[in-house]
């Protein structure tokens, strides 16, 4: 029996053994590492670039259909649009204006913006105005108007 054992061709057989890279090898690695990290670096920047885009055009779409679901949904929109106001018509204080989407003749109480507006009061005559004497106190000293002093300019 130990002669067969000594007999025996050597067989060939698969084994995992630990390796220790030499410096050219780690120095090829490194170089192969720090390429694919800046293609890692690029491609991310790339998606970045993408994704940007890409929200913003979703925002911007997003955007039109919200305002088209409102339309539908409540059926009108607000529109600014020049209309002729009738003032005082057809009663003192009041003010009628014609919609020109339905043309329905709409008349409303005036507002203190529509009282001021265009000075719809009579205003007082201009010789009153000149008449009228200006005192305005100012640091103790007395301030006369044009008309007061005769002064002309």
């Known amino acids: 029996m130990e002669q067969e054992q000594k007999n025996q061709e050597p067989q060939t057989q698969l084994k995992t053994l630990k390796y220790h890279f030499n410096d050219a090898e780690i120095t090829e690695f490194a170089k192969e590492l720090a390429d694919k990290l800046k293609e890692q670096c690029s491609i991310e920047l790339e998606q970045k670039s993408s994704n940007a885009l890409y929200k913003q055009q979703l925002t911007e779409v997003e ?5 088209l679901r409102d339309k539908i949904y409540d059926g009108y929109e607000s529109r600014d649009v ?3 106001i009738k003032f005082h018509f ?21 507002n203190n913006f529509d009282h ?17 004497i200006e005192e305005t106190p100012k640091k103790g000293k007395g301030r006369k108007s044009k008309k007061q002093t005769g002064d002309t300019f």
Do not use: C
């Open 82 to 84: 020049h209309v002729e």
């Open 90 to 110: 057809p009663e003192q204080n009041q003010k009628t204006w014609t919609n020109p989407f339905s043309g329905e003749e709409v008349t409303e109480e005036m």
């Open 116 to 132: 001021n507006l265009f000075n719809q009061y009579e205003e007082p005559e201009v010789e009153e105005a000149e008449e009228t």
């Open 63 to 67: 955007e039109i259909t919200s305002r």
